[in-house]
């Protein structure tokens, strides 16, 4: 059961467009997100989190959106550029817990020059 | 520069042999982590660490084993007994293990001939 999902397995965006991420969860526990950016045979890097006491965190041209009726967040990147080009995973985690991070299975973002 | 060091980053394995991957870190973080990425997936938890000598079991920790000997290293050996070893390998790690970032190395490239 895949409790973090990402239903769009690839995203193809114009350079300069927005590039609009989506992630879904499950488990009302979670209480931390987080997105993580992974170019291919290299390690993810952090982008950007979120906690569930918040519905916006914005850093540069990064913004993620937490909707917690909806067990819904997603990452916006504007403007978007070809160096943007990677896998997106969205995490989640729960508080009190073992902070074990719980990964959504990445969406590819294609940025069009 | 601090950081997460994996080694090696590539490594080709005979079925029915073990082998070790290592993972090192000058971050000076407590918690470090084993994840496992198959194509199309998301990161998925092998083992865990909060402390010094102590591990635990991730979701799918079955043919693998670890040690925490020391706080800045985490080596994972992939035995015979693991059925799908052919993988990307990825060693994070943490300052703690309540909400805190996970910060990942470069991965490691596992093939079983």
């Known amino acids: 059961d895949q409790q973090v999902k990402q239903n769009s397995p690839s995203l193809s965006v114009q350079e300069g467009r927005i590039s609009i991420l989506n992630c879904d969860y499950t488990?009302?526990?979670?209480?931390?997100f987080l997105w993580y950016k992974k170019y291919p045979a290299e390690g993810p890097t952090f982008l950007i989190s979120i906690s569930s006491i918040k519905d916006k965190n914005e850093d540069g041209r990064f913004t993620v959106f937490l909707n917690k009726s909806a067990k819904h967040l997603s990452l916006h990147i504007v403007p978007s550029q070809p160096g943007d080009s990677a896998v997106y995973f969205c995490a989640a985690s729960v508080a009190g817990s073992a902070r074990q991070l719980t990964f959504g299975s990445g969406t590819q973002l294609t940025v069009l020059p | 520069d601090g950081g997460i060091t994996q080694s090696p980053k590539y490594l080709f394995r005979k079925e029915g042999q073990n082998v070790t991957l290592s993972c090192e870190q000058n971050l000076n973080h407590d918690a470090m982590y084993w994840y496992r990425q198959d194509p199309g997936q998301g990161l998925r938890l092998i083992y865990y660490s909060q402390i010094v000598n102590d591990f635990q079991k991730g979701d799918i920790a079955e043919g693998y084993s670890v040690s925490r000997e020391k706080k800045e290293s985490f080596p994972l050996t992939v035995t015979s007994a693991q059925k799908n070893p052919t993988a990307f390998y990825l060693c994070a790690s943490s300052k703690g293990f309540s909400g805190n970032t996970i910060y990942f190395g470069e991965g490691s490239w596992l093939t079983v001939v």
């Open positions: 488990n009302s526990m979670f209480d931390y």
